[in-house]
Structures are given as C-alpha cells and as structure tokens.
C-alpha cells in the first residue's frame, strides 16, 4: 500500500469477497476483465448473492425493462449482504421503490438533447462541450441522469467522428468532458484513438474524463492505462464516490496511479437519500476523499430523472449538509453544492446564508460565521468615500446568543434580527447619517455603537483595528478585542 492509503471511515467489515466469490482466485480477482465478464446483471443472479423478498420481485423485474442492472463483483463485495437498506447497496440494485415512482420524472432532466448540435455533443456552455462517447458503465446507478443513453451496443465510429469534427470546427470550444457511459470501459486502443484525435485539435486546451471506473472496477486503473492517458496531458479526471464506504484501498491504489500520471482528480457525488444524505457521511466521504488526494469537487442535488424520486432530497438537506462541512473541516474538504437546473439551465450553487445583510452604498456587511456568530465588516474607504467621509473602521463582532442563528443583541440589549437589519433605509440621508455613527463607533472606547439618524441602532462595537485609523489603539487593547471576538491575536 502506498502512504495515502485511506484509514476506514464508516466502513462495514470487508467479509464481501469472501462471502460473494469463496472460490475466485486472485488473479481472477485483480484481472478487470475477469470484473467485468462478471458483472452481475440479472436478477435471477443476484439472488444467488442476496435475498431478494418474494413479493418485490416483479416490481424489481418491472424496473429493469426501464433501465439495467451491472454490478462488478468488486462492487458487489462492498455490499453488507444483512442490511436491506444498505448504501452501496441502493445505487445499483434496482428495488421495489423505484417502480413505485417509475412514471415520475423525466427522461432528460438537463435537457442535454435540446443544446446537441450534433448526436453525443451538448453545447450549453460558451467554451466547453460535454461529449458522450459510450453507453455502457461498469456499474449502473440507478438514480442516473443520463439512462435514456444506455442502450445496448457500442457508439459507432462515426458518430465519435462526427463529435470530433464538431470540436474541431468551434474555436470558441477550449475545454471537452469526455464522459458517457463510462469512457474507461473502452479498451487502451480505442479510447487512446478519441484522445489522440482530440488533442490534434490546437484549440482544445483541456480534456476532463468523468469516470466511475476508480469507484466501481479499480482494477482497471493500470499502469498501461496511466501511460497511455499521460501522452495526451492536459488531462483531468472526475470521479464519483458517493459513500465513504467506497474509499478502499483498491480504490486509493487506482487514484494514486492516476495521480502520479500527473491527473488532477476531482469528484463530483450525488447527493442521495438513504445513501449519504447526512453531514456525517459527506464529511466522512471528503476526509476519504482528501486522504487519496482527490479534490471534494461538486456535491449534486439528485436530477429529477425517471425512477429516481426515491432518492431526491429536499434542496434543504444540501444547505443543511454544507452547513456542516464549512468552517467544521477544512475549505478544501468542502464540495459546491449544485443543482442542476431543470431544462438545460446548468450549474447553480446553493449555500447556506453567510451575507446576512449588504448596504452596498454604505460599504457595510453583516456576516455570519460558522459558529453562527455574526460580525459587522466594513468596505475599504475607498469605496465609499463620497457617502462615508470619515475613517471606517475594519469591523468587529456583534453580539449574538452564541446558537446558530441566534439574535443579535445590542448595547442597549434590544434583540435585532437579520431581518431588521435588512430592513435598513439605504437613502443618501439615511447612509450619511449612519456613516455618522459609525465613525461615532470608531472612536468609542466602551465598546458601545450608537447609531443616529432613523435607521435603527444595529449592535455595539468592539472594532478590531486591522490598519491605519484616526483613533489609535493599542496592541494590548487590539489583543484583548481579538480574543473577545474570537480571532486569534493581531
Ligand atoms: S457510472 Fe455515471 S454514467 Fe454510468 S450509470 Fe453511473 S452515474 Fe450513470
């Protein structure tokens, strides 16, 4: 094992193999043709492996006419054989709660079809395409975006040709995510022949593969394969774990080749219910992550694909999760939350409110940190000079309860919400005479902020000097207000 191996985090006993395939010999094992020959794909094979309960087997049978079943044994062994709800479980094996919602939905949520100027590209973005060069995965998710592309059989040759030529013929294109279906099930030949004809192109500047491989058949991460991808850098990969039970060592080993081929590594997971919708999970799954030195990349809202409501959560439950990760771990252990918008609108973060209040006239924020403490910040003068004539001061804490989301509390003790700062007069007259006392809090010296004019008073002051300021202040002052507002020292 190489040093990043991951530690277990969230782990079941690793029993799979041993339980699942007793009589598969290592090679076998360690050979990703042997993974893939093996898949399982029906159901009457996988009630060889788990027990399925009599009274869902149509139901189940029902849902694979929509969408089909592969599981890698490797996969398959990741599986806790005595928990039905299982999280590994759940992504590949088709249940009964996915007939139930079997009508809801849509074939194509991101409307990727709509933006395809040609079979397999979608263009929704000025200097990036998205080029679907396979319809097959080693594993299939069953909550996948891109299902009404899995049909039997290989993408002809003309078709990647004619995605090629598309490329080739948009200068504007300087970016292509070569995703499918899973790019890394083609053999060395065939993908090294996409790559090549993609990196002859001179406006192309980065090739991204987005790949489950590392995830669900790491064995196929070999160092042939490595060579064969360095030829043709810039290339990154995207990964997709979703559970930090997925962050084996397998896994570990087929991200360290990757990387020492000099591929970034960036994931993107899916925010899935009964999967890995707590902050536990997520946080368990990006230290997972960090520890195989692949970047926590997006965390996606679940598309709203046919036969995957089952697995939606409320938009909500991001924000919570995010809430959760940033500032408790570090900065880049923290995913964007995206969701995708419905019809081809693309990417759009969401995060949890941190800008409780902006007067941008003003030059005045009130932030909220991690703890739910919440500070008053003030713009550079420069900015406001015209309407704040006199020294800001750099901005302090306000009081809160210490609870998240808590109150603020005033010198003079009276509760302001969020909300009533918002709803703060911005006129000239109002930002004057605020501008007023505020510079009145500059020099106070009893931590007191009394604000004039008919804006309501917002919080005292213990300001926290980080530069030059008509009043001075001393260093032993500076430390003391530091450490009341829990900074560090200054
Ligand atoms: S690996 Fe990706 S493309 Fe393949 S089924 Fe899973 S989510 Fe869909």
Redesign the pocket.
């Known amino acids: 094992m190489h040093s990043n191996a991951p530690e277990p985090a969230l782990s079941a006993p690793r029993i799979g193999r041993a339980h699942y395939f007793p009589q598969t010999s290592d090679s076998d094992w360690n050979d990703w043709r042997w993974q893939f020959r093996n898949r399982v794909t029906s159901l009457e094979a996988l009630a060889s492996h788990l027990e399925i309960p009599a009274d869902e087997w149509q139901d189940r049978l029902d849902v694979l006419e929509d969408f089909r079943m592969g599981i890698t044994p490797y996969y398959l062994s990741l599986i806790d054989k005595d928990d039905p709800d299982d999280p590994i479980l759940r992504q590949v094996v088709p249940l009964a709660e996915e007939n139930l919602f079997r009508a809801v939905g849509e074939e194509d949520p991101l409307g990727e079809e709509q933006f395809s100027p040609v079979p397999g590209i979608t263009h929704r973005y000025p200097d990036r395409v998205l080029m679907v060069v396979s319809n097959n995965?080693?594993?299939?998710?069953r909550?996948?975006?891109?299902?009404r592309t899995?049909y039997e059989g290989a993408t002809p040759d003309v078709e990647l040709d004619r995605m090629v030529d598309y490329i080739a013929r948009t200068p504007s294109v300087r970016d292509v995510v070569v995703?499918?279906?899973?790019p890394l099930n083609y053999s060395n030949a065939k993908l090294e022949q996409i790559l090549s004809k993609l990196r002859a192109i001179p406006h192309l500047e980065i090739i991204r593969i987005?790949?489950?491989v590392p995830v669900?058949l790491p064995q196929r991460i070999d160092d042939e394969l490595c060579a064969m991808l360095a030829k043709y850098h810039p290339i990154w990969v995207n990964v997709?774990f979703n559970h930090p039970r997925e962050v084996t060592p397998e896994a570990a080993r087929a991200c360290d080749k990757l990387s020492r081929a000099g591929i970034p590594l960036n994931n993107q997971a899916?925010l899935l219910k009964g999967v890995n919708d707590s902050v536990e999970t997520i946080k368990s799954l990006c230290h997972g992550l960090m520890r195989m030195r692949v970047r926590p990349y997006y965390l996606y809202q679940c598309d709203p694909v046919r036969g995957a409501e089952h697995f939606r959560t409320p938009i909500s439950k991001g924000i919570e999760i995010m809430e959760g990760l940033r500032g408790h771990t570090s900065g880049l252990a923290v995913p964007t939350f995206v969701v995708d918008a419905p019809g081809g609108g693309g990417k759009i973060p969401v995060a949890p409110q941190y800008l409780l209040h902006y007067e941008r006239e003003q030059g005045r924020a009130v932030l909220r940190n991690f703890q739910g403490k919440i500070y008053e910040y003030f713009e550079p003068r420069t900015e406001t000079d015209e309407v704040n004539p006199q020294p800001a001061p750099a901005g302090g804490r306000l009081e809160s309860s210490g609870a998240f989301g808590g109150p603020l509390v005033h010198a003079n003790g009276v509760a302001a919400t969020p909300e009533k700062l918002n709803g703060h007069a911005a006129t000239p007259k109002a930002a004057r005479a605020r501008s007023k006392g505020r510079a009145a809090a500059a020099g106070s010296t009893n931590g007191s902020a009394k604000v004039e004019g008919s804006a309501p008073v917002v919080g005292k002051s213990r300001w926290v000097h980080r530069g030059k300021s008509q009043h001075s202040t001393s260093s032993a002052r500076l430390a003391a207000l530091a450490a009341a507002n829990g900074h560090p020292k200054p």
């Open positions: 995965c080693a594993i299939y998710c909550y996948c975006t891109r299902k899995m995703s499918g279906g899973d987005g790949s489950r669900a997709h899916v």
